[in-house]
């Protein structure tokens, strides 16, 4: 039989109470040829799942100066094996919303929105409950406070850049691109800002704390560090 290509509603902006359902049967065609895009936590979780330091799994598991995360043979997700997600239960949030898409405008309203299926998907949308209820059953509720806590620590980040440049006239396009390298004292490529263990390691040594095991109290941690460097600048 012949597979056709699912139409869906993608224009369609859903709220977390609009009915919606989705059931995964793992076809696994949706592990190819996305950009998986990370932020410092997703990082984190994902490098403690593999038993290595942040500053390991961003050399080994990612690119674009550890934003995103590399792609294999065919374009698949580097950790996509013959049985599915090798880390699933730490999977980052762009994985958990999908076929869902996430927007919060500037003034904090949230909206969601279907992302175009692969023609050939084997998943089952429905209208079996809401979108909350399809959120908690991922579990996205710490991925998506985390991502919130790191746009607002990114937009501060610009803002003090944004002043640089404007006295600056000689800041040139990589520093523009490289937000956090130009606020990490000697680290210039960019990475320092996502690699927490690094940033909460030199942090405690120098506040004489004992590193935190978990990672919602290292998060915490990194985000007060590169705040206190905001405050620097």
Not at 62 to 70: D, E, R, S, V
Not at 79 to 88: A, I, N, Q, S, Y
Not at 138 to 144: E, S
């Amino acid at each position: 039989m012949e597979n056709k290509p699912i139409l869906r509603m993608i224009n369609v902006t859903y709220g977390r109470s609009s009915p919606f359902s989705y059931d995964c049967h793992a076809c696994r065609r949706c592990c190819h040829d996305k950009v998986i895009r990370l932020n410092p936590y997703e990082v984190a979780r994902l490098a403690q799942s593999r038993g290595l330091s942040t500053t390991k799994f961003l050399s080994q598991y990612t690119g674009a100066q550890g934003t995103t995360l590399k792609q294999v043979d065919q374009g698949a997700c580097v950790f996509l094996t013959p049985d599915g997600c090798g880390v699933h239960a730490d999977r980052p949030l762009v994985c958990r919303l999908y076929p869902l898409g996430r927007r919060v405008t500037a003034d904090g309203r949230e909206t969601f929105h279907e992302l175009a299926p692969h023609p050939e998907t084997e998943g089952v949308y429905g209208l079996n409950g809401t979108v909350d209820d399809f959120l908690a059953g991922q579990g996205a509720a710490p991925f998506i406070e985390a991502v919130d806590r790191y746009v607002e620590v990114v937009g501060r980040m610009s803002a003090v850049l944004n002043a640089r440049i404007r006295h600056d006239a000689g800041l040139d396009t990589r520093v523009r691109n490289a937000v956090s390298g130009a606020l990490a004292g000697d680290a210039h490529d960019g990475s320092d800002w996502i690699d927490m263990d690094a940033v909460v390691g030199e942090y405690c040594h120098r506040q004489g704390m004992t590193v935190p095991v978990d990672v919602p109290s290292k998060m915490a941690i990194h985000i007060q560090a590169i705040e206190e460097r905001l405050q620097d600048h």
